[in-house]
């Protein structure tokens, strides 16, 4: 079974730069996550999706964060404008069921912002 | 919201050591769930924990439930290089299907051969 694949590994960009990550979840895993790992921090959720529609996103930036999974599948989270307090890895993840324990991670995406 | 305590940051041991690792809240949660993450890598969860007293194996790991439910302990047996890595603990902050995980800041094991 192919595991979470995200892209890109990493990236570099300038504040106030717009950036795009993509994830591909787990075939069948109808619950998909993301998460900002900041160095030296355990993952914080960002968004949660059931299918296409967003479960939770109270800890989403939403002034300069934004994330769809427009055909409940793929998804993809932006970031516009950039600033430095965003460096860090962000993480996908998914679960067949909305149950914490069978999330499934992504090899995660490393973001620097110069 | 809740928070995961795990101290130290970093621990380092001898190849062949036992290490014992904690995790405490100061609110209840009801599972109590183990990550490990590799560098470059997501973390990939060890040992899911749903009982308060439940003592559980995954080979060398074992992972307990405290009984007030504000603690749990990771041990690694016999310790080899590749226990290299971070060690984290999580909960879910409430009880139900959409409840958020919590994440210490995790504990960074070094084994030296």
């Known amino acids: 079974e192919a595991g979470v694949a995200q892209s890109p590994r990493y990236k570099i960009i300038e504040k106030r730069q717009s950036v795009a990550f993509w994830c591909n979840p787990i075939?069948?895993?109808?619950?998909l996550y993301w998460y900002q790992q900041i160095l030296g921090q355990g993952p914080k959720l960002l968004i949660q999706?059931?299918?296409?529609?967003?479960?939770?996103d109270s800890q989403l930036p939403k002034d300069r964060f934004s994330a769809e999974r427009l055909k409940g599948v793929d998804s993809t989270l932006k970031i516009q404008p950039a600033k430095l307090e965003d460096s860090a890895v962000y993480l996908c993840?998914?679960?067949?069921?909305?149950?914490?324990?069978?999330?499934?991670f992504g090899p995660g995406t490393r973001l620097l912002v110069l | 919201g809740q928070q995961l305590n795990q101290s130290p940051q970093s621990m380092f041991i001898q190849e062949g050591e036992d290490v014992s690792m904690n995790c405490t809240s100061s609110?209840?949660?009801?599972?109590w769930l183990w990550y490990k993450q590799e560098p470059g890598e997501g973390p990939v969860l060890l040992i899911a924990?749903?009982?308060?007293?439940e003592l559980t194996s995954n080979g060398r790991l074992t992972a307990q439930f405290g009984i007030t439910r504000k603690d749990s302990f990771l041990n690694i047996s016999a310790s080899i290089p590749s226990d290299v890595g971070i060690y984290f603990c999580?909960?879910?902050?409430?009880?139900?299907?959409?409840?958020?995980?919590?994440f210490g800041k995790g504990i960074t094991l070094s084994v030296r051969p």
């Open positions: 999706f059931q299918n296409n529609g967003v479960v939770d």
């Open positions: 924990l749903y009982k308060a007293g």
């Open positions: 609110s209840i949660f009801n599972t």
């Open positions: 075939s069948g895993h109808a619950t």
């Open positions: 993840a998914s679960s067949w069921q909305a149950l914490q324990e069978t999330q499934y």
């Open positions: 999580a909960g879910p902050d409430s009880t139900g299907a959409n409840s958020k995980l919590t």
